[in-house]
């Protein structure tokens, strides 16, 4: 609690006046005081910053070895850290997959992906141009790319056409990539 600023001074603060980190902490604490047999972890790490993710991670270690945990998040460092199987259901509540963070990245024939956000609607003929599979969403354009040498390359193509677009980011996969793409499948 003190690494997020919940001290003393304000123990008897109104819950509103936390911050997003501090009441993730204060609802781990609190779920941990009767040391549960069973924890359910709702996309907890999203809002904390670096330092109070390490310290939540530390914390929920430490509760992993005598605790069952189910969790509800998509980024794959978190579910591989702590996670045996993931559970992918759809929006019915269907099961669409279920196995370890690496068997799932191994039905996914990408690892990163680039999201480009044109001043104004890049042609087809400049996206195929720029040579990787891609997917429009509105005027946002996702590439999907296999390696490091495929970024470095997309990113020189993009910084060449750097008039044409507002910004573009870099990101390895996540669950979230992995079942929008296992849901288009079916």
Request: some cysteine.
């Amino acid at each position: 609690l003190k690494t997020v600023g919940i001290d003393e001074k304000n123990m008897d603060s109104r819950i509103e006046t936390l911050s997003d980190a501090q009441l993730a902490v204060l609802k781990l604490a609190i779920g941990l005081i009767k040391e549960p047999k069973i924890l359910l972890l709702d996309r907890v790490f999203g809002a904390l910053e670096p330092k109070v993710k390490e310290v939540f991670t530390e914390a929920i270690e430490k509760v992993s070895e005598e605790t069952t945990l189910i969790m509800v998040d998509q980024e794959m460092e978190i579910l591989g850290k702590f996670c045996k199987k993931v559970l992918l259901l759809s929006r019915e509540g269907s099961m669409i997959t279920m196995g370890s963070v690496e068997e799932l990245l191994k039905t996914y024939p990408y690892k990163f992906d680039i999201e480009v956000i044109p001043k104004k609607a890049l042609s087809k003929e400049i996206l195929d141009s720029l040579g990787y599979p891609y997917h429009r969403i509105g005027s946002l354009v996702r590439f999907y790319l296999t390696s490091e040498s495929e970024v470095l390359d997309l990113t020189s193509k993009l910084l060449k056409i750097k008039d044409k677009i507002i910004s573009f980011e870099t990101s390895s996969v996540d669950v979230e990539d992995v079942y929008y793409w296992l849901i288009s499948r079916e």
